[in-house]
């Protein structure tokens, strides 16, 4: 059984992305953002993702349509749909997200937006395939 104290775990990580837990249809990832950045624009065309943010406040940008979130929101983006999520506070933004079928490599740790984009552009953080 894998158990998560998912606030602690997310909080006590300071690492851009780090991948808790990794099935077969779905990955559990942590994130932290740093004050002033993003997530980057994006669209997963095969995969569902939910987020819920820990801490920090920040902008939800998905299909559009622009809300603030903070600690308890929870923010559903279905495949194929254009999101960005933006740290507008003073302190990091913490999430968690579940991403299903997997987005990443089985145990990837990214220090930085900067390391996860260079990872992903050279094909280093594929996820399992089943």
Partial sequence: ???FTIA???????????????GEHTQLVIMTIPPG??????VHEENDQILT????????????QTRKVAQGDL???PA????????????????????????HADGAVHKTKEEA??????????PPQS
Avoid: C, Q
């Fill in 8 to 22: 602690t775990e997310a909080e006590k990580s300071p690492d851009f992305r780090r991948v808790l837990w990794t």
């Fill in 80 to 103: 194929g749909r254009k999101h960005n999520f933006v740290n507008t506070g003073p302190n990091p933004l913490v999430l968690y997200t579940i991403y299903g079928p997997p987005d």
């Fill in 75 to 77: 923010v559903v983006v």
């Fill in 53 to 64: 943010f820990v801490s920090g406040v920040g902008e939800a940008k998905v299909s559009g």
């Fill in 1 to 3: 059984m894998e158990h």
């Fill in 37 to 42: 950045g993003e997530i980057g624009e994006e």
């Fill in 117 to 126: 984009d260079r990872l992903e552009e050279a094909g280093k953080d594929e």
